[in-house]
């Protein structure tokens, strides 16, 4: 009986464990921005959020203006 309880405790500290190291790399995403470069659209924002902002790549030039 004691051995399941140790067994039960140790699952539990581990698992604490984990849930503290994957907070920890979220608190790490807060400050890493991510730049997500396609040929359809530029994503870019923190490591931590779900949705990205995402740009659409237009590439514009001046043109002289033509008289009739």
């Known amino acids: ?3 399941s309880k140790e ?4 699952t ?3 698992l604490q ?6 907070y920890k790399l ?4 807060n400050k890493t921005i ?5 040929s359809h ?4 924002g923190f490591a931590n959020e ?8 237009f590439i514009a030039y001046k043109t002289s203006q033509l008289q009739p």
């Not at 979220?26 to 995403?29: H, L, R, S, T, V």
């Not at 779900?50 to 790549?57: D, L, N, Q, V, Y």
């Open 41 to 44: 659209s530029i994503k870019m």
């Open 12 to 14: 539990i500290k581990n």
């Open 17 to 22: 464990a984990k849930s503290d190291f994957i």
């Open 50 to 57: 779900r949705a990205p902002f995402t740009i659409s790549p």
């Open 34 to 38: 991510v730049l997500q470069l396609g």
């Open 7 to 10: 067994a039960m405790q140790n």
């Open 1 to 3: 009986m004691t051995e």
């Open 26 to 29: 979220e608190d790490k995403g």
